[in-house]
Structure formats: C-alpha cells, structure tokens
T-cell receptor, first 110, second 115 residues
Framework: TQLLEQSPQFLSIQEGENLTVYCNSS?????LQWYRQEPGEGPVLLVT?????EVKKLKRLTFQFGDARKDSSLHITAAQPGDTGLYLC??????????FGAGTTVTVRA | NAGVTQTPKFRVLKTGQSMTLLCAQD?????MYWYRQDPGMGLRLIHY???????AKGEVPDGYNVSRLKKQNFLLGLESAAPSQTSVYFC??????????????FGDGTRLSIL
C-alpha cells in the first residue's frame, strides 16, 4: 500500500486569499486523484492527473503533478466559503484499489 | 439519479451487538468498496468486491464481513460490535474499465457509534 502524506493537516484562511495543499509519496504514483469532501457527505472527484509535469485547471483550482510523479499540489485562487471542505488525494495501488491520504481540512472564512 | 445509497445514516449500538450496513448503487458498476473514516486517518479500505459473488480483504478487515449477492448491493456486517469500530463508514463504487483513472462514487456515509 502506497503511503500518501498530505500537508498541512488544517488550513484556515480569509475569503479572497490563495492557498496550496500538498500530497507527497516516497514512491512513484501511477496516477493521482484529488477529491473534495464536504461535511456530512462523501468525497467527490475533482481531477485525475496521470502524466509527470501535468497541470490541470478547474475554474479557480489548479492541480499540478510533479515531474517525477511523486508529488502533487492543489492551488486555490481567491478562495470562497464554498471551497471549505476536506481535500483528499488518492493513488491507485493496483487495478482495483485506491490508497488515500489523511486529507487537508480547509476552512474559508467569509 | 440516486448514485450510491447507504442505509442507515446513523446508528448507535451496544458492545457485542450485530448489525448490517447496506449499500446500493444504480450505475451498474462492477467494483464496490467499504471504507471507514476516522479523524486524522483518511479513508481506510475494509473490504472490496470486483464483481457479483466476489469479495476481498482490504487494509483493515478484522471484525467485519461482507457479501455481494447482487451486483447492485454490497453489505457490510459487524458480528460483535466493539467501541473501536465507532467510525463513519463509506461505500463507493466504480467502473472496471480503465479503473485506475475512473472515479470512485461515494455514498453519504453511515455514522456508527458503539457504546
């Protein structure tokens, strides 16, 4: 099982500020997924990155996959209260299973 | 479009009691999963199934059993509940084709407390 480390564990910012959360591993990711989980709900997929150096944008969210495919980051520009949630990264450990990081809890204050 | 439905949403048990959590998906997905989520520990895989009639152990299977008698349903059983099994339980499902890049679709969870 691949171990994924996410940092920081908690992040609280004011509306309009930018933030970045990280996901790292000591081994290479075959692919990486980012999920967002809102309170009382299950995680929902935001993006999948596959190629080293890949950058994907989803409105104000920018996802980067490291060149060596051992790390990834999620950057949110001009955060809004609706961005509040738990952000989880996950990597495929074999054809059937995903391994999840512990997550970063993001709170955006109005 | 219901997606993944979990029942019940909340439950309180006494130590030693048994119960079954039900997961139903209407997307014709081959793969189904049961996770538990505890503070600071992310999602940990309990058991999973790659098709009707098949099940396999995940990362933390002890104290749990599962069954997949129908493709759309995946049941998680606790035979003798223990306080350490207090957690939020999530069911998920996904397509098999290109599985590595397929999303897992999650239910909204079952909040289980064992006293």
């Amino acid at each position: 099982t691949q171990l994924l480390e996410q940092s920081p564990q908690f992040l609280s910012i004011q509306e309009g500020e930018n933030l970045t959360v990280y996901c790292n591993s000591s081994s290479v990711f075959s692919s990486l997924q980012w999920y967002r989980q809102e309170p009382g709900e299950g995680p929902v997929l935001l993006v999948t990155v596959v190629t080293g150096g890949e950058v994907k944008k989803l409105k104000r969210l920018t996802f980067q996959f490291g060149d060596a495919r051992k790390d990834s980051s999620l950057h949110i520009t001009a955060a809004q209260p609706g961005d509040t949630g738990l952000y989880l990264c996950a990597s495929r450990s074999n054809d059937y299973k995903l391994s999840f990081g512990a997550g970063t809890t993001v709170t955006v204050r109005a | 479009n219901a997606g993944v439905t979990q029942t019940p949403k909340f439950r309180v048990l006494k130590t030693g009691q048994s119960m079954t959590l039900l997961c139903a998906q209407d997307m014709n997905h081959e793969y189904m999963y049961w996770y538990r989520q505890d503070p600071g520990m992310g999602l940990r895989l309990i058991h999973y199934s790659v098709g009707e009639g098949t099940t396999a152990k995940g990362e933390v299977p002890d104290g749990y059993n599962v069954s997949r008698l129908k493709k759309q349903n995946f049941l998680l059983g606790l035979e003798s509940a223990a306080p350490s099994q207090t957690s939020v339980y999530f069911c998920a499902s996904s397509y098999s084709r290109g599985q590595g890049n397929q999303p897992q679709h999650f239910g909204d969870g079952t909040r289980l407390s064992i006293l």
